[in-house]
């Protein structure tokens, strides 16, 4: 019976020691398998790290490609427009108008796409769109040419300069802007002195003076059309703006903090920089900065459309 005791735990220790020579050939082959698969992962990784700096350098390349080309075309295109200004000054409204039937369509669908579509309800593309229905539907209506050289002679003009507008021509997107403000001043100012058909009306056969333009040049009549009328075209645009961005789209606002409007722009940048308009709009306290700025844009309006009225006058008497 010993030696059969003997033989067992012989058997039993000898198939303890396979099992346990089993489990460390799996835990090798586990830890080989690990460390193989950790090789292939740093070696995946640095691959991955090498075609992502690849990929990096070819898409700024192709930027900084793309860049020179919008430049050039920028350039060359902004040199055919001095051309066209001085050789045919008649046509400039036509250019305006393919502009903006091609551009602001193409603004907006690349501004919904960066949530700056708000951006499109500002006061220069409520401009704009009466300044299209004047030419392509109105063009010979005097009053509301006044109300839209108002416009853009006065606020779209000077914004220019207050919202800094740089014309950077390798960046489309800043050319837009430019444009937007600039273009209607020199579509009406060259209807009003370069416009040929204009200068034959101003200039009757058989006459060596000017006939005067407008027709009617009593004070009252252009503070009327040229400052009256435009602040009132102005402030139902403010109304409507501040009704569907303060009102109606309010909430939607205020879930998605990365929607942009123009006075989350201006508040942004003027805290940035603690400049006057941000210590002008924190007069009545934080909760009217809103309130202030609708005030400081009104102030600005009217300045801009007042100025409008002593230049055409003292235009009129050259």
């Excluded at 740089?166 to 100012?189: A, C, E, M, N, Q």
Aim: with cysteine; hydrophobic share 45%.
């Amino acid at each position: 019976m010993s030696s059969n005791e003997e033989t067992m735990e012989y058997m039993n220790e000898d198939s303890f020691q396979k099992a346990k020579q089993k489990i460390v050939d799996r835990s090798k082959k586990v830890a080989h398998t690990k460390e193989l698969l950790s090789k292939q992962a740093v070696q995946t990784k640095e691959i991955l790290s090498k075609q992502a700096v690849k990929i990096a350098k070819q898409a700024e390349e192709h930027e900084r490609f793309i860049n020179k080309v919008t430049h050039l075309l920028g350039v060359l295109a902004f040199g055919a427009f001095c051309y066209l200004l001085g050789a045919r000054p008649q046509d400039i409204p036509y250019v305006y108008c393919l502009f903006y039937v091609i551009f602001v369509p193409l603004r907006w669908i690349y501004y919904r796409f960066m949530k700056w579509h708000y951006y499109l309800l500002d006061f220069c593309y409520y401009a704009n769109t009466i300044f299209l229905v004047d030419l392509l539907l109105y063009p010979r209506n005097e009053k509301l040419f006044m109300v839209c050289f108002s416009f853009a002679e006065g606020p779209l003009a000077w914004a220019l300069i207050v919202w800094r507008c740089s014309l950077v021509f390798s960046s489309v997107d800043k050319i837009v802007s430019v444009l937007i403000h600039l273009l209607p001043g020199i579509v009406f100012f060259t209807i009003r002195w370069w416009d040929p058909a204009t200068f034959a009306a101003m200039h009757p056969e058989g006459t060596s003076h000017r006939a005067s333009w407008p027709y009617v040049e009593g004070s009252s009549y252009l503070w009327t059309w040229l400052f009256l009328v435009p602040l009132v075209g102005y402030t139902l645009w403010q109304a409507l703006y501040f009704l569907i961005v303060n009102v109606l789209r309010r909430q939607r606002l205020l879930r998605d903090p990365e929607v942009m409007t123009s006075y989350r722009e201006l508040s942004k940048k003027a805290q940035k920089a603690n400049n006057i308009w941000w210590r002008l709009s924190g007069l009545l306290g934080d909760e009217n900065r809103l309130l202030m700025y609708i005030v400081i844009q009104g102030l600005f309006t009217v300045a801009t459309m007042a100025l409008t009225v002593p230049s055409s006058c003292h235009i009129n008497s050259m």
